[in-house]
Nanobody
Framework: QVQLVESGGGLVQAGGSLRLSCAAS????????MGWFRQAPGKEREPVST????????LFANAVRGRFTISRDDAKNMVYLDMSNLKPEDTAVYYC?????????????????WGRGTQVTVSS
């Protein structure tokens, strides 16, 4: 049974930083791309960042490029999202997801497994 469990969310002031973590189990972790998505109240879920199975390639949404970084530790079956210079518009529930393939992709349909999410709130 595949499980993805996010952690690290919380309340932070604008300009601050947070690190989100996602612990994966029940899958051949290193074979699959991993992604972070977010959903703000009243809005559709949107991609934030993705990293390939090899870790060599990463993609970022325009809104977060230059402020967020993504990384993975295959030895620990973990994927991380380091967020800096946070803005109130980054407020959302952040979800970790495991893709169906190894290459990085921002398309949510390419993801087979999802975590339950962690809340990030950025105050102005």
């Amino acid at each position: 049974q595949v499980q993805l469990v996010e952690s690290g969310g919380g309340l932070v002031q604008a300009g601050g930083s947070l690190r989100l973590s996602c612990a994966a189990s029940g899958l051949a972790f290193s074979k699959f791309a991993m992604g972070w998505f977010r959903q703000a109240p009243g809005k559709e879920r949107e991609p934030v960042s993705t990293i390939s199975g090899s870790g060599a390639n990463a993609l970022f949404a325009n809104a977060v490029r230059g402020r967020f970084t993504i990384s993975r530790d295959d030895a620990k079956n973990m994927v991380y999202l380091d967020m800096s210079n946070l803005k109130p518009e980054d407020t959302a529930v952040y979800y970790c997801a495991a893709a169906k393939q190894t290459w990085a992709t921002m398309g949510s349909r390419e993801y087979a497994y999802w975590g339950r999410g962690t809340q990030v709130t950025v105050s102005s």
